[in-house]
């Protein structure tokens, strides 16, 4: 199957500072990747969908501002949470896919603890 | 309303039993997909289905895509406890085409084989 990188694999920050993370496809190129968030012993939750080249789609209550997701390339996305807060603590998942495939590949995920 | 019914949510058992985890919609996909999730990874691309009535066999493991391409199932044959993690079912193209990767997720079922 398809290779996806998400880095890093966990992250502890201060409540109200900005966390970067990164989803790379690494041997194919990614029309549109996926972010989601997985609660414990719970199934992944779509927070948004982000296509090369133009702004990302958000899922209904899922705040824009506070999820920043940029994807620049073919082979990159980005997960900013700005302003972290405690309540934002949670293991964050990024998928990626290409026009044509029914399937998509996920990164490692990415454990974020803020405290 | 959750688009993909999966169950059971849990299930425990003993090493050598058999089991079976149902994935159940209303609505017909184009294709859908099973995956397995270990704590703390993310989810690993099992197997997709794409044909009313196909079955396919990985080891112990056998996938069923209902004829009218509306459910799923899992079966495992004489479960170990390398098997132990989430199982997760998830359609793409949702009553047609397909949504590039855009998944629709069951709930997710945690096994537990005990050894």
């Known amino acids: 199957g398809a290779v996806v990188s998400q880095h890093p694999s966990w992250v502890i920050c201060k409540s109200g500072t900005s966390v970067k993370i990164e989803c790379r496809s690494l041997?194919?190129?990614?029309?549109?990747m996926f972010w989601y968030r997985q609660f414990p012993k719970q199934s992944l939750m779509l927070m948004a969908t982000?296509?090369?080249?133009?702004?990302?789609?958000?899922e209904q209550g899922v705040e824009k501002d506070k999820f920043l997701i940029n994807h620049a390339s073919l082979t990159l996305s980005t997960l900013t949470v700005t302003s972290a807060h405690p309540e934002d603590s949670s293991f964050y998942i990024c998928?990626?896919?290409?026009?044509?495939?029914?399937?998509?590949?996920f990164g490692q995920g990415t454990r974020l603890t803020v405290v | 309303t959750q688009l993909l019914e999966q169950s059971p949510q849990f299930l425990s058992i003993q090493e050598g039993e058999n089991l079976t985890v149902y994935c159940n919609s209303s609505?017909?996909?184009?294709?859908l997909q099973w995956y397995r999730q270990e704590p703390g990874e993310g989810p690993v691309l099992l197997v997709t289905?794409?044909?009313?009535?196909e079955v396919k066999k990985l080891k112990r493991l056998t996938f069923q895509f209902g004829d009218a391409r509306k459910d799923s199932s899992l079966h495992i044959t004489a479960a170990q406890p390398g098997d132990t993690g989430l199982y997760l079912c998830?359609?793409?193209?949702?009553?047609?085409?397909?949504?590039?990767?855009?998944?629709?997720f069951g709930q997710g079922t945690i096994l537990t084989v005990h050894p």
């Open positions: 998928s990626a896919s290409r026009q044509g495939w029914s399937e998509a590949f």
């Open positions: 041997d194919f190129q990614a029309t549109t």
């Open positions: 982000s296509n090369e080249g133009s702004k990302a789609t958000y």
């Open positions: 609505s017909v996909f184009s294709s």
């Open positions: 289905v794409v044909t009313g009535g």
């Open positions: 998830a359609g793409d193209g949702r009553d047609g085409g397909t949504s590039y990767g855009k998944l629709t």
